[in-house]
């Protein structure tokens, strides 16, 4: 009887053993589970925190100051670009066709417009964005030279080399001034603010 004690002890004490064991094991694997979980969603906190990084890097670089000196590439078809805002009308052009010649450093454009009008009581908008524009048969041609010394621009056979300053081009000339900034930057509304964003102050 005194001999089988010790046998029955030494079979309790190794199933205790392997109890304990197959736990640990257990518990090693859920920790790693845990570890790998928290792990996934880290890197794509990570990765997502360098994507803002960047844009916010670019986003700096566009809105510090700089003028931007370099021209587009070509102005699209159906493109709208502000002329002259005056006595509660405002006056625009839609682009129907564009052909692009000259050089890469001064590009020179064609094109064909048609003429739009719009009424308004209050502010003048900066773009044609929202705007109700009635658009009528004239369909002026245009030509546009991009050129940082000599910029130049007409519609309808009216237009001249470009005195382009943040003090702003005078009646008519607000409507090659605008046709020049939509050709060569992309953007039309004020011509003096354009000037200053982009480094035109000549004389």
Request: one cysteine or more.
């Amino acid at each position: 009887m005194n001999k089988k004690i010790p046998h029955l002890v030494t079979l309790t004490l190794l199933a205790l053993a392997l109890t304990s064991c197959g736990a640990s094991d257990s518990a090693d694997a859920e920790s790693e589970q845990a570890k790998q979980s928290t792990q996934k969603p880290n890197r794509k906190k990570a990765a997502a925190t360098d994507a803002n990084a960047a844009v916010t890097s670019v986003a700096t670089s566009n809105a510090s100051g700089q003028p931007n000196m370099a021209f587009i590439n070509t102005l699209p078809v159906g493109f709208v670009i502000r002329g002259t805002c005056e006595m509660g009308t405002c006056d625009w052009l839609k682009v129907l066709k564009v052909e692009r010649g000259g050089i890469d450093a001064e590009p020179k454009y064609n094109f064909d417009f048609q003429r739009g009008e719009s009424m308004h009581s209050s502010d003048y908008p900066a773009d044609a964005n929202g705007v109700q524009i009635t658009w009528k048969s004239d369909k002026p041609k245009g030509v546009v030279v991009c050129s940082r010394e000599h910029p130049y621009a007409s519609v309808g056979g009216q237009g001249d080399d470009l005195k382009l300053s943040p003090a702003g081009m005078a009646g008519a000339m607000q409507i090659p001034a605008n046709t020049y900034f939509a050709a060569c930057h992309g953007e039309s509304g004020d011509d003096g603010k354009l000037a200053a964003k982009y480094g035109y102050d000549l004389k």
